[in-house]
């Protein structure tokens, strides 16, 4: 239980308005969430593997859709008691999402700029493991326009700033959409190029336009130790945690 603590980010929370796509109803009870990529084993099980190689597997046999292979996915979990060989861990598992996963933008222009957009987001949590920033974030839209989300290097800063820290923008577009429902979203964002010439753990102080109208920024530490070679990059458009039909 030690090594699962201190490899990944264990944050207990409850959701309101999440619902799962293994129950219709809530969990009612506290809850761990990580993002894991989900493999299959030979035998067809499902199973998922954390950023420093811990391997997870349900304690239940549940369908799932196969563009779920090879995805970072967001899981809400809790640890099971239960043993199974060749895995480090069996988990209940209570919902499971796929997550967009993208790599950092260079901003070198204005156009550049003004094209990624600075709309309002509300962010969650944000936690870094392996070679990402995992991000849980929110805004209001219709639902009818799909808004793009960047996380990027503005090269047209100048603030100078120390060699451990590098400054991001999380810059959001809503293209014109209109405020309605809420939604959230995770995504992981590959930051393995930051560690290039980095001798030291680092941090990461991102900046955005805040929901309440004002721009926040949030500091988070990279331990050099975790940032691995490049990873690949799945691509596909921001998605509202739900069932696996609104994709």
Not at 1 to 14: P, S
Request: aromatic share 14%.
């Amino acid at each position: 239980m030690a090594k699962l603590v201190y490899r990944f980010v264990l944050f207990v929370v409850i959701l309101v308005g999440i619902t799962s796509c293994l129950t219709k109803n809530e969990p009612t009870k506290p809850y761990t969430i990580a993002v894991w990529t989900a493999q299959r084993a030979t035998d067809q099980q499902l199973y998922f593997v954390a950023d420093d190689s811990v391997t997870f597997v349900p304690s239940q046999t549940f369908a799932y859709p196969d563009s779920l292979l090879g995805e970072r996915c967001y899981v809400e979990f809790n640890l099971s008691t239960q043993k199974k060989e060749g895995y480090n861990h069996v988990v209940d598992v209570l919902y499971i999402q796929s997550v967009p996963t993208w790599q950092l933008f260079d901003i070198h222009t204005t156009n550049q700029s003004d094209s990624l957009g600075n709309d309002p987001t509300g962010i969650i949590m944000a936690w870094v493991s392996g070679n990402y920033l995992n991000m849980m974030y929110q805004y209001y839209g219709t639902g009818t326009v799909r808004h793009s989300f960047t996380m990027a290097r503005n090269h047209l800063n100048t603030e100078t700033v120390p060699d451990s820290i590098v400054n991001l923008e999380f810059r959001h577009n809503r293209k014109f959409d209109q405020p309605g429902r809420r939604y959230e979203h995770v995504s992981s964002f590959d930051i393995s190029s930051l560690a290039a010439g980095k001798t030291s753990d680092f941090y990461i102080d991102v900046k955005y336009y805040h929901l309440s109208g004002y721009y926040e920024s949030f500091k988070i530490k990279v331990p050099l130790a975790n940032i691995k070679q490049s990873a690949p990059v799945y691509m596909s458009r921001p998605i509202r945690i739900g069932a696996w039909e609104e994709n």
